[in-house]
Protein backbone atom coordinates (compact mmCIF):
# COMPACT_ATOMS: atom_id res chain seq x y z
CA UNK A 1 0.00 0.00 0.00
CA UNK A 2 3.08 2.51 1.19
CA UNK A 3 4.27 1.78 -2.22
CA UNK A 4 1.82 2.25 -4.49
CA UNK A 5 1.44 5.44 -2.79
CA UNK A 6 4.48 6.73 -2.98
CA UNK A 7 5.16 5.99 -6.83
CA UNK A 8 1.38 7.74 -7.22
CA UNK A 9 3.39 10.53 -5.69
CA UNK A 10 6.52 10.45 -7.39
CA UNK A 11 4.12 10.22 -10.65
CA UNK A 12 2.41 13.58 -9.55
CA UNK A 13 5.53 15.37 -8.87
CA UNK A 14 6.61 17.03 -12.37
CA UNK A 15 10.27 18.29 -12.18
CA UNK A 16 11.28 22.11 -12.25
CA UNK A 17 11.35 23.97 -15.14
CA UNK A 18 12.27 27.46 -14.65
CA UNK A 19 10.73 28.78 -18.02
CA UNK A 20 7.71 26.82 -17.64
CA UNK A 21 7.20 28.20 -14.14
CA UNK A 22 8.17 31.43 -15.31
CA UNK A 23 5.59 31.44 -18.23
CA UNK A 24 3.09 30.39 -16.23
CA UNK A 25 3.77 32.91 -13.34
CA UNK A 26 3.58 35.53 -15.99
CA UNK A 27 0.57 34.24 -17.31
CA UNK A 28 -1.51 34.57 -13.96
CA UNK A 29 0.14 37.71 -12.68
CA UNK A 30 -0.81 38.94 -16.34
CA UNK A 31 -4.62 37.38 -15.64
CA UNK A 32 -4.55 39.14 -12.18
CA UNK A 33 -4.37 43.02 -14.10
CA UNK A 34 -6.56 42.23 -16.73
CA UNK A 35 -9.14 41.43 -13.47
CA UNK A 36 -8.02 44.69 -11.53
CA UNK A 37 -8.54 46.79 -14.93
CA UNK A 38 -12.06 45.31 -15.45
CA UNK A 39 -12.67 45.75 -11.39
CA UNK A 40 -12.03 49.13 -11.92
CA UNK A 41 -13.43 50.16 -14.81
CA UNK A 42 -13.05 54.15 -13.99
CA UNK A 43 -9.41 53.53 -14.79
CA UNK A 44 -10.06 51.93 -18.73
CA UNK A 45 -13.32 53.73 -19.72
CA UNK A 46 -12.47 57.17 -20.00
CA UNK A 47 -9.52 55.73 -21.93
CA UNK A 48 -11.91 54.21 -24.67
CA UNK A 49 -13.81 57.91 -25.77
CA UNK A 50 -11.21 60.49 -25.09
CA UNK A 51 -9.23 59.68 -27.82
CA UNK A 52 -12.14 59.22 -30.07
CA UNK A 53 -13.81 62.58 -28.87
CA UNK A 54 -10.65 64.06 -29.77
CA UNK A 55 -10.35 63.17 -33.14
CA UNK A 56 -13.61 63.92 -33.78
CA UNK A 57 -12.88 67.49 -32.75
CA UNK A 58 -9.99 68.01 -33.89
CA UNK A 59 -11.67 66.96 -37.52
CA UNK A 60 -14.80 68.56 -37.06
CA UNK A 61 -13.12 71.98 -36.24
CA UNK A 62 -10.04 72.12 -38.32
CA UNK A 63 -10.59 70.36 -41.04
CA UNK A 64 -11.98 72.99 -43.66
CA UNK A 65 -8.47 75.33 -42.50
CA UNK A 66 -6.16 72.38 -43.10
CA UNK A 67 -7.44 71.94 -46.33
CA UNK A 68 -7.14 75.02 -47.39
CA UNK A 69 -3.69 75.12 -45.76
CA UNK A 70 -2.44 72.16 -48.26
CA UNK A 71 -3.27 68.98 -45.69
CA UNK A 72 -5.12 66.59 -48.30
CA UNK A 73 -6.37 63.90 -45.34
CA UNK A 74 -6.37 65.62 -42.37
CA UNK A 75 -8.39 62.23 -41.07
CA UNK A 76 -5.27 60.34 -41.56
CA UNK A 77 -2.98 63.08 -40.15
CA UNK A 78 -5.28 63.18 -36.67
CA UNK A 79 -5.72 59.66 -36.25
CA UNK A 80 -2.04 58.71 -35.26
CA UNK A 81 -2.05 61.34 -32.34
CA UNK A 82 -6.13 60.01 -31.53
CA UNK A 83 -4.37 56.41 -31.69
CA UNK A 84 -0.99 57.42 -29.50
CA UNK A 85 -3.77 59.04 -27.05
CA UNK A 86 -5.36 55.78 -26.77
CA UNK A 87 -2.26 53.93 -26.08
CA UNK A 88 -0.35 56.04 -23.98
CA UNK A 89 -2.79 55.60 -21.36
CA UNK A 90 -0.95 52.47 -19.41
CA UNK A 91 -1.54 51.78 -15.92
CA UNK A 92 0.52 48.91 -15.12
CA UNK A 93 3.36 51.07 -13.43
CA UNK A 94 0.25 52.67 -11.57
CA UNK A 95 -0.72 49.26 -10.53
CA UNK A 96 2.19 48.22 -9.05
CA UNK A 97 3.13 51.21 -7.26
CA UNK A 98 -0.74 50.55 -5.78
CA UNK A 99 0.55 46.93 -4.68
CA UNK A 100 3.69 48.60 -3.27
CA UNK A 101 1.64 51.21 -1.10
CA UNK A 102 -1.06 48.30 0.08
CA UNK A 103 1.94 45.36 0.42
CA UNK A 104 1.11 42.86 -1.91
CA UNK A 105 4.08 43.95 -3.57
CA UNK A 106 6.24 42.72 -0.55
CA UNK A 107 4.04 39.43 -0.27
CA UNK A 108 4.76 38.73 -3.87
CA UNK A 109 7.81 38.84 -3.62
CA UNK A 110 7.96 35.90 -0.95
CA UNK A 111 6.71 33.54 -3.64
CA UNK A 112 9.19 31.87 -6.49
CA UNK A 113 7.84 34.18 -9.09
CA UNK A 114 10.73 35.11 -11.31
CA UNK A 115 10.98 38.73 -10.14
CA UNK A 116 10.99 39.68 -14.65
CA UNK A 117 7.81 37.90 -14.21
CA UNK A 118 6.36 40.50 -12.21
CA UNK A 119 7.05 43.26 -14.31
CA UNK A 120 5.80 41.52 -17.64
CA UNK A 121 2.78 39.77 -16.53
CA UNK A 122 1.59 43.73 -15.54
CA UNK A 123 2.45 44.70 -18.54
CA UNK A 124 1.29 41.90 -20.72
CA UNK A 125 -1.78 42.75 -19.70
CA UNK A 126 -1.87 46.38 -20.13
CA UNK A 127 -0.66 45.60 -23.91
CA UNK A 128 -4.02 43.74 -24.91
CA UNK A 129 -6.04 47.22 -23.30
CA UNK A 130 -3.78 49.08 -24.90
CA UNK A 131 -4.53 46.85 -28.29
CA UNK A 132 -8.35 47.25 -27.74
CA UNK A 133 -8.69 50.68 -27.29
CA UNK A 134 -6.72 51.19 -30.85
CA UNK A 135 -8.30 49.33 -32.12
CA UNK A 136 -11.76 50.88 -31.00
CA UNK A 137 -10.51 54.13 -32.44
CA UNK A 138 -9.50 52.78 -35.83
CA UNK A 139 -12.89 51.06 -36.03
CA UNK A 140 -14.57 53.89 -35.37
CA UNK A 141 -12.40 56.03 -37.50
CA UNK A 142 -13.24 53.38 -40.61
CA UNK A 143 -16.72 52.87 -39.91
CA UNK A 144 -17.79 56.84 -40.29
CA UNK A 145 -15.91 56.92 -43.67
CA UNK A 146 -12.64 57.64 -42.84
CA UNK A 147 -10.23 57.16 -46.76
CA UNK A 148 -6.96 54.78 -45.40
CA UNK A 149 -4.40 54.27 -47.69
CA UNK A 150 -2.90 50.75 -47.10
CA UNK A 151 -6.57 49.34 -46.10
CA UNK A 152 -7.65 47.18 -43.10
CA UNK A 153 -4.21 46.17 -43.40
CA UNK A 154 -2.56 48.78 -42.86
CA UNK A 155 -4.67 49.93 -40.04
CA UNK A 156 -3.82 46.75 -37.98
CA UNK A 157 -0.08 47.34 -38.20
CA UNK A 158 -0.74 50.86 -36.89
CA UNK A 159 -2.59 49.72 -33.84
CA UNK A 160 0.19 46.84 -33.49
CA UNK A 161 2.86 49.93 -33.73
CA UNK A 162 1.36 52.12 -31.55
CA UNK A 163 0.63 49.32 -29.00
CA UNK A 164 4.06 48.78 -28.83
CA UNK A 165 5.54 52.05 -28.27
CA UNK A 166 2.65 52.73 -25.70
CA UNK A 167 3.78 49.43 -23.57
CA UNK A 168 7.43 50.91 -24.01
CA UNK A 169 6.22 54.03 -23.01
CA UNK A 170 4.25 52.71 -20.18
CA UNK A 171 7.83 51.01 -18.44
CA UNK A 172 8.12 55.21 -17.55
CA UNK A 173 5.31 54.36 -15.22
CA UNK A 174 8.03 51.71 -13.23
CA UNK A 175 11.17 54.14 -13.54
CA UNK A 176 11.07 57.80 -14.94
CA UNK A 177 13.38 57.54 -17.17
CA UNK A 178 16.59 60.51 -17.08
CA UNK A 179 15.02 63.85 -19.42
CA UNK A 180 13.84 63.65 -22.55
CA UNK A 181 16.02 65.68 -25.09
CA UNK A 182 14.61 63.27 -27.64
CA UNK A 183 10.92 62.93 -28.73
CA UNK A 184 10.95 59.47 -30.04
CA UNK A 185 7.07 59.96 -30.44
CA UNK A 186 7.53 62.23 -33.56
CA UNK A 187 9.36 59.69 -35.33
CA UNK A 188 6.83 56.91 -34.49
CA UNK A 189 3.64 59.76 -35.13
CA UNK A 190 5.42 59.77 -39.01
CA UNK A 191 5.59 56.29 -39.17
CA UNK A 192 2.20 56.14 -38.34
CA UNK A 193 0.68 58.67 -40.19
CA UNK A 194 2.58 57.62 -43.55
CA UNK A 195 0.26 54.51 -43.43
CA UNK A 196 -3.03 56.27 -42.21
CA UNK A 197 -2.57 58.86 -45.10
CA UNK A 198 0.18 57.86 -47.58
CA UNK A 199 1.29 54.38 -47.88
CA UNK A 200 3.84 51.91 -47.57
CA UNK A 201 6.61 54.26 -47.23
CA UNK A 202 9.30 51.54 -45.97
CA UNK A 203 12.16 53.99 -44.47
CA UNK A 204 9.74 55.93 -42.52
CA UNK A 205 8.03 52.72 -41.22
CA UNK A 206 10.91 51.55 -40.64
CA UNK A 207 12.39 54.35 -38.56
CA UNK A 208 9.13 54.17 -36.23
CA UNK A 209 9.82 50.43 -35.64
CA UNK A 210 12.95 50.70 -35.11
CA UNK A 211 12.52 53.86 -32.77
CA UNK A 212 9.75 51.81 -30.90
CA UNK A 213 12.78 48.98 -30.24
CA UNK A 214 15.09 51.28 -28.75
CA UNK A 215 12.29 53.11 -26.78
CA UNK A 216 11.29 49.64 -25.63
CA UNK A 217 14.85 48.63 -24.92
CA UNK A 218 15.66 52.06 -22.80
CA UNK A 219 12.34 51.90 -20.37
CA UNK A 220 12.71 48.30 -20.39
CA UNK A 221 15.39 48.23 -18.61
CA UNK A 222 15.11 50.81 -16.27
CA UNK A 223 11.91 49.46 -15.16
CA UNK A 224 13.95 46.06 -14.81
CA UNK A 225 16.55 47.66 -12.74
CA UNK A 226 14.43 49.46 -10.83
CA UNK A 227 12.22 45.93 -10.00
CA UNK A 228 15.55 44.79 -8.90
CA UNK A 229 16.65 47.41 -6.54
CA UNK A 230 13.31 47.15 -5.33
CA UNK A 231 14.18 43.73 -4.29
CA UNK A 232 17.05 44.21 -2.84
Known amino acids: MSTSTSTARAARTEPWNSMRESLRATFYLGLREVRTSIRTPAYFIPNLFVPIFFYYVMVGSLEEFA ?3 GVSNWQAFQLPVAIM ?3 MSGSAGL ?3 ADIESGYFDKLLLTPANRLSILLGAMGADFI ?3 VQGLLVVSV ?3 T ?5 TGVVGALVMVLIA ?3 GIAYSAIGFAIAPAATFNPMTYILRGLRELAGHGWDAGEIAVALIT ?3 LGTVTLTFALRALIGRVR
Do not use: C, E, P, Q
Open 67 to 69: NRS
Open 85 to 87: FAV
Open 95 to 97: NMV
Open 129 to 131: RIV
Open 141 to 143: ALI
Open 145 to 149: GMDFA
Open 163 to 165: SVA
Open 212 to 214: VAA
